[in-house]
């Protein structure tokens, strides 16, 4: 079974090397994300105690790179990815069809 690590392994080789799913699984520009009530992300930089970059919500192009970006991984990246994009309430229908 596939863990965090080795994901973040697997999408760090895919380019562009920063993007939506690379925040949400933990390997982009922020520590961390977490979700507002209404819907909104919210970035935590490294060495920060606070959410203080305002992310807003994923674009279509984001979801589409985000499709592209899924299609890339292996079958055991791609089930961790979906779980944590679930996590935050991303509707998988508008990631993977």
Same mark, same amino acid.
């Given at each position: 079974?596939?863990?965090? @690590?080795?994901?973040?392994?697997?999408?760090? !080789? *895919?380019?562009? $090397?920063? +993007?939506?799913?690379?925040? @949400?699984?933990?390997?982009?520009?922020?520590? !961390? *994300?977490?979700? $507002?009530? +209404?819907?909104?992300?919210?970035?935590?930089?490294?060495?920060?105690?606070?959410?203080?970059?305002?992310?807003?919500?994923?674009?279509?192009?984001?979801?589409?790179?985000?499709?592209?970006?899924?299609?890339?991984?292996?079958?055991?990246?791609?089930?961790?990815?979906?779980?944590?994009?679930?996590?935050?309430?991303?509707?998988?229908?508008?990631?993977?069809?």
């Amino acid at each position: 079974m596939m863990n965090l @690590v080795e994901l973040q392994k697997e999408i760090k !080789e *895919i380019e562009p $090397t920063i +993007d939506f799913l690379h925040e @949400v699984c933990g390997c982009g520009q922020f520590a !961390e *994300i977490t979700q $507002t009530s +209404d819907g909104f992300f919210l970035g935590r930089a490294h060495n920060d105690i606070g959410f203080n970059a305002f992310l807003g919500k994923p674009s279509d192009i984001a979801m589409k790179r985000t499709r592209e970006f899924l299609e890339q991984l292996s079958p055991e990246a791609n089930k961790l990815a979906c779980k944590l994009l679930e996590r935050f309430d991303i509707p998988l229908l508008d990631v993977v069809t």
